[in-house]
């Protein structure tokens, strides 16, 4: 099953799964539940999907998930009961953090049941911030498409003369995709991520920055991930299905922003892109279908070799076994301000260490 966000590569795990199985297992009974954990809830009525070799021959070559997807937990017991039911001896999930502690519930009560069904997680986000693993798979799609609207709104940026091109990027929590396709361009001027609060008033604001490189004749492009700067806006309240905090749009508030401090600068031109769903909803790069097609044979060789309660990752370059518990208790992987990687934008993009002063 598929769960959480749609992420590139999920159709590439689900076909590798079905060839390794079938063809290095001989199963010949494998079936993918719709629509995340709600497939596994009767009440829902969702249809189940006999997965074969000729079925999932194609679906790397399309982007999102032929089994769809959901958020939000469903109650345990009818969950295992249905895997009971259907003789279930090996489920596999794909998700992050939510889907992960979905699967130590089903894993914690077919054990207190004593039931023979191994549960295996593949860690999925494009954001890149599962605990533990190198990087997770889209992670590589997600950067590089990241990368051409960066592009693009440099060129946007550059054709006006005092110009701004903003560009959000997913990162709910951790700003990886922001900081590494600014990275890939090496064109950024101000990278803004949800791990380095920013100031936009005072001497070392961002308004102050912005003021400098106008002074000079210089045009701007920006990053932000969608998680950053969240302080600076109006409380947003709900959760998602999943039980995460709405957030604000940093990207529409940093444009309104920018927009009513700079208007009557001679030539300011903004010029705004958000291209999210664009990114998620994309086939997986080649690299990125090369690295969905190990994931899913380790995850594949652990689930018939009796493993369980835990997920596969590529961990100090090395693939591994990881147990549930540990990865739901780790927390979210992020960017360390005194990492190589934050380094490294800061010396690409000449951006203060400090958008300050920050509370």
Same mark, same amino acid.
């Given at each position: 099953m598929t769960?959480?966000?749609?992420?590139p590569?999920?159709?590439d795990?689900?076909?590798?799964?079905?060839?390794t =199985?079938?063809?290095g297992? %001989?199963? %010949?009974?494998?079936?993918?539940?719709?629509?995340?954990?709600?497939g596994?809830?009767p009440?829902?009525?969702?249809?189940?999907?006999?997965? @074969?070799?000729?079925?999932?021959r194609? +679906?790397h070559?399309s &982007?999102?998930?032929?089994?769809? @997807?959901?958020?939000? !937990?469903?109650?345990?017991?009818?969950?295992?009961? @249905?895997l009971e039911?259907?003789?279930?001896?090996? =489920?596999?999930t794909?998700g992050g953090d939510? @889907?992960?502690?979905?699967a130590l #519930?089903?894993?914690d009560?077919?054990?207190?049941r004593?039931?023979k069904?191994?549960?295996? &997680?593949?860690?999925? *986000?494009?954001?890149n911030?599962?605990p533990?693993?190198?990087?997770t798979?889209?992670?590589?799609t997600?950067v590089g498409?990241?990368a051409e609207?960066?592009?693009?709104?440099y060129?946007?940026?550059?054709? #006006?003369?005092?110009?701004?091109g903003?560009v959000?990027?997913m990162g709910?929590?951790s700003g990886?995709? !922001?900081?590494?396709?600014?990275?890939a361009?090496?064109?950024v001027?101000?990278?803004?991520?949800?791990?380095?609060p920013?100031?936009?008033e005072?001497e070392e604001?961002?308004f102050r920055?912005?003021e400098k490189?106008?002074?000079?004749g $210089?045009f701007?492009?920006?990053?932000?991930?969608e998680?950053?700067?969240?302080?600076?806006?109006?409380p *947003?309240? &709900?959760?998602?299905?999943?039980?995460?905090?709405?957030? &604000?749009?940093?990207?529409?508030w940093?444009?309104?922003q920018?927009?009513?401090?700079?208007r009557?600068?001679?030539?300011f031109a903004? $010029?705004y +892109?958000d291209?999210?769903?664009?990114?998620?909803s994309?086939?997986?790069?080649?690299?990125?279908?090369i690295?969905?097609?190990?994931l899913?044979?380790?995850a !594949?060789?652990?689930?018939?070799a009796?493993k369980?309660?835990?997920a596969?990752?590529?961990?100090f370059g090395?693939?591994?076994y990881i147990p549930?518990?540990t990865?739901?208790? #780790?927390?979210? $992987? #992020?960017?360390?301000?005194?990492s190589?990687l934050w380094?490294s934008?800061?010396?690409? *993009?000449?951006?203060?260490v400090?958008?300050?002063?920050?509370?």
């Amino acid at each position: 099953m598929t769960c959480g966000g749609l992420c590139p590569g999920l159709n590439d795990v689900i076909r590798g799964l079905v060839m390794t =199985l079938h063809h290095g297992y %001989r199963v %010949r009974g494998i079936f993918g539940f719709k629509y995340g954990y709600a497939g596994l809830n009767p009440a829902f009525a969702y249809p189940v999907v006999e997965l @074969t070799p000729e079925v999932v021959r194609d +679906i790397h070559a399309s &982007g999102g998930t032929i089994l769809g @997807t959901s958020r939000g !937990a469903q109650d345990v017991e009818t969950m295992v009961d @249905t895997l009971e039911r259907m003789n279930v001896g090996l =489920l596999f999930t794909l998700g992050g953090d939510g @889907t992960f502690r979905g699967a130590l #519930a089903i894993h914690d009560e077919v054990r207190k049941r004593g039931l023979k069904i191994g549960v295996v &997680g593949i860690p999925k *986000t494009i954001d890149n911030d599962i605990p533990l693993v190198d990087r997770t798979f889209g992670f590589h799609t997600a950067v590089g498409l990241a990368a051409e609207a960066v592009q693009a709104a440099y060129c946007e940026a550059s054709a #006006a003369a005092a110009g701004v091109g903003l560009v959000k990027l997913m990162g709910r929590h951790s700003g990886f995709i !922001a900081a590494n396709a600014a990275l890939a361009n090496r064109n950024v001027n101000l990278v803004l991520v949800p791990e380095v609060p920013f100031a936009l008033e005072g001497e070392e604001g961002l308004f102050r920055y912005m003021e400098k490189r106008f002074a000079l004749g $210089k045009f701007t492009v920006i990053v932000v991930a969608e998680g950053a700067g969240q302080k600076l806006l109006e409380p *947003t309240a &709900g959760t998602d299905a999943s039980g995460n905090a709405k957030l &604000g749009d940093i990207g529409v508030w940093l444009g309104a922003q920018l927009g009513a401090r700079f208007r009557d600068v001679p030539g300011f031109a903004l $010029k705004y +892109i958000d291209p999210s769903y664009t990114i998620r909803s994309a086939p997986a790069s080649p690299i990125d279908s090369i690295f969905c097609g190990y994931l899913a044979q380790v995850a !594949a060789h652990a689930g018939m070799a009796g493993k369980t309660g835990m997920a596969v990752g590529r961990s100090f370059g090395q693939f591994t076994y990881i147990p549930l518990k540990t990865l739901v208790s #780790a927390g979210r $992987k #992020a960017i360390h301000p005194e990492s190589e990687l934050w380094r490294s934008v800061l010396e690409s *993009t000449g951006q203060p260490v400090l958008l300050g002063p920050v509370p």
